[in-house]
Each structure stands twice: as C-alpha cells, then as structure tokens.
C-alpha cells in the first residue's frame, strides 16, 4: 500500500504543507528568541503604555500558533481527508 501512487500523492501534499509550515514557524520562534536575547532594549520599546515590542511578539507567537492549526485543519480537511477516506475504503471495502 505504501508504494502505491495514491498513498505516495497523500504523503507528497502531507510534505508540501507541513515542512514549509514548519520551517516558517521554527525560523519565527528562532527570530523571538534571539531578539530577546541580543536585542532586549528594542524588545523592551514600549509601544502602547507598558505593552511593549517583546509582548507583542510573545503573544504573535501564540496567535501564529492557532493561525497555522486553523490552516492546517482546512487544508487537511480539503487535501488530505479525502484523499485518506478513499485509501481507506480501497483498502477495506465500502462503509456500512
């Protein structure tokens, strides 16, 4: 089954989303973390009151996180879940 052109596109698109996904997110995260740690007078810049760049980009982390989980969960939805059902029911017959 693993060597089959159906299993082999799911795992292809699977790739295609999620390591850019990934890397994106590593290199984000890589980015907070060393402007927390060589540029702390421009994450301590207040912006607005005491809320200052490195809280904005603290809670960016967060709100990129549930970004990509919507992303990836309407992706799956359209790209992958099909795709998987049919593999599924090739493999084990119809539903019933």
Do not use: C
């Amino acid at each position: 089954m693993q060597e089959s052109p159906e299993f082999q596109e799911l795992r292809s698109r699977l790739r295609r989303f999620v390591f850019p996904v990934t890397a994106f997110f590593l290199a984000w995260y890589a980015l907070y973390v060393l402007l927390a740690t060589y540029a702390d007078e421009f994450m301590a810049t207040k912006v607005i009151g005491n809320i200052n760049v490195g809280l904005i980009l603290g809670l960016g982390q967060f709100v990129t996180t549930f970004v990509i989980t919507a992303v990836y969960v309407k992706f799956a939805g359209r790209e992958l879940d099909p795709r998987s059902a049919a593999i599924r029911e090739e493999l084990e017959g119809p539903q019933q």
